[in-house]
């Protein structure tokens, strides 16, 4: 067990903390900064995005050799969680959901041909994605076993029709990820398939408001009336698309867990710099037992979900598929990302209620954490299961390559 890292990861996480702090941070205060829905505007983030390049800091979760930094998911780790000390942070560096979650998908299971027409430019940055998998009742939410779009095979081709919501990023994407119900049986009645935005066969029915700010291209509902694809838009075959999911969304969890620790430290250190200069009654905020028992609290939270998010990554990294580390990482990291903001907001009362610090923008945001990708409740019950069908090895510490 060696928790520690290596001195070119230390340093990378170094000079993400310093472009974070001197090039992103400085740009969260000016209302122009943001877009309609309460993101980094279009052309704030193109121009930073150019700075991210040229610093050589784009991208450190894919290969070399497609244009990034190499990094796998411990290195992930150090670096999303650097990067979301500010709010703009994830998406600067290309490490934002869905595209994040998109490309490490890609990478992994499309084929060659697949790679360089739908991967290569979200990695590029110069395509979004989004992944389409959740309807509205009766279909697949929470169980994609319920999933009600169909791909119909129809002289040779596939022929899609049903209706998704809540596909975050969908009108800005160009590239998507659809998961449609091509069979009856449980494991193998889904398939996952590639469209491109200009398909003819489907539309955007409206964008869904949210309560916290939205990322770019928004949460939207989609109906898919005909939409006809030829055989080369599966991902990994016929059958495959609850693997597919199961694959991308496993990682795709964890990494959000790295970015909410982000956001949540970020949470801290605001409230910590408030309490350390706010008089009442006599003493400073930060001399006060209660305010301190808050913030070693926090600290203690978000130093757990570090070490459950690193020791997944590490499994990730061993092989494993690791679901009740993930499980157990989502649930305590989305939890903490919640408390530690309220408390935050608390500490530093009405200045945290209001838009002069970014508390409220995450306080907002950081609600929807206990519901995507799986709700907490869907969460314990994967633990559970774990828990009924493994018995005493449960708790097995895993000894060698176990
Ligand atoms: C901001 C945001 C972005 C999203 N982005 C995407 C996206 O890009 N692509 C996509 O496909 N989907 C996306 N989603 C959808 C998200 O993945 C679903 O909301 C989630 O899977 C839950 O499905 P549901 O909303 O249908 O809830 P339901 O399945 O209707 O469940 C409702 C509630 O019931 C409870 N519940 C469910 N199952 C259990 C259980 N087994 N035990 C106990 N309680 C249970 C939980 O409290 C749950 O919140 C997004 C959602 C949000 C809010």
Same mark, same amino acid.
């Given at each position: 067990m060696d928790f520690s890292i290596t001195a070119e990861l230390a340093a990378d996480a170094k000079r993400v903390d310093s472009f974070v702090a001197d090039e992103?941070?400085? +740009?969260?205060?000016?209302?122009?900064?943001?877009?309609a829905y309460g993101n980094i505007d279009m052309a704030v983030l193109q121009s930073l995005r150019a700075k991210v390049k040229a610093a050589g +800091?784009?991208?450190?979760? !894919?290969?070399k050799a497609q244009? @990034?930094?190499?990094? @796998?998911p411990t290195g992930m780790a150090v670096l999303y969680e650097a990067m979301n000390q &500010? !709010? #703009?942070g994830p998406v600067a560096f290309n490490c934002a959901a869905p595209d994040d979650g998109n490309m490490y998908i890609l990478n992994k299971v499309a084929s060659q041909q697949q790679k360089a027409r739908w991967l290569q430019p979200i990695i590029d940055g110069d395509v979004r994605s989004s992944f389409a998998m959740t309807e509205p009742a009766?279909? @697949?939410? &929470? =169980?994609?076993?319920? !999933?009600? /779009?169909t791909a119909t095979r129809k002289n040779g081709r596939w022929v899609i029709n049903g209706r998704k919501w809540y596909i975050t990023g969908a009108g800005e994407a160009g590239h998507f990820i659809l998961i449609a119900k091509t069979? &009856? =049986?449980? *494991?193998?009645g889904l398939t996952a398939f590639l469209f491109h935005r200009?398909?003819?066969?489907? *539309?955007?029915e409206r964008r869904i408001g949210i309560m916290g700010p939205e990322e770019h291209g928004g949460h939207c509902e989609l109906i898919f009336d005909g939409l006809t694809l030829d055989d080369d838009r599966m991902l990994m075959g016929e059958g495959q698309g609850l693997k597919v999911t199961q694959i991308r969304l496993g990682l795709a969890r964890l990494t959000h867990c790295m970015r909410w620790l982000g956001l949540a430290r970020r949470a801290v250190a605001i409230a910590a710099d408030y309490a350390a200069i706010r008089q009442g009654f006599g003493i400073k +905020?930060?001399? *006060?037992e209660s305010i301190q028992i808050k913030l070693g609290q926090a600290a203690m939270d978000i130093e757990i979900g570090r070490v459950m998010v690193m020791r997944a990554a590490w499994r990730i990294e061993q092989g494993s598929k690791a679901r009740q580390d993930i499980s157990i990482a989502k649930i305590h990291v989305s939890q903490l990302l919640n408390r530690v903001t309220s408390d935050a907001i608390q500490i530093c009362g009405a200045r945290g209620y209001s838009?002069? /610090?970014?508390l409220e923008w995450i306080y907002r945001y950081g609600r929807q954490a206990l519901l995507v990708d799986g709700a907490t409740e869907v969460h314990q019950m994967v633990i559970n299961r774990f828990l009924q069908n493994q018995?005493?090895? #449960?708790w097995g510490w895993g000894v060698g390559n176990d």
């Open positions: 992103i941070i400085p +740009l969260e205060a000016d209302p122009a900064h943001y877009d +800091l784009w991208a450190p979760q !894919i290969p244009g @990034g930094m190499g990094y @796998g &500010s !709010i #703009f009766p279909g @697949g939410g &929470s =169980d994609p076993g319920m !999933i009600q /779009t069979g &009856s =049986d449980a *494991r193998n200009d398909d003819p066969g489907w *539309r955007i +905020l930060a001399d *006060r838009k002069d /610090t970014v018995g005493q090895a #449960f």
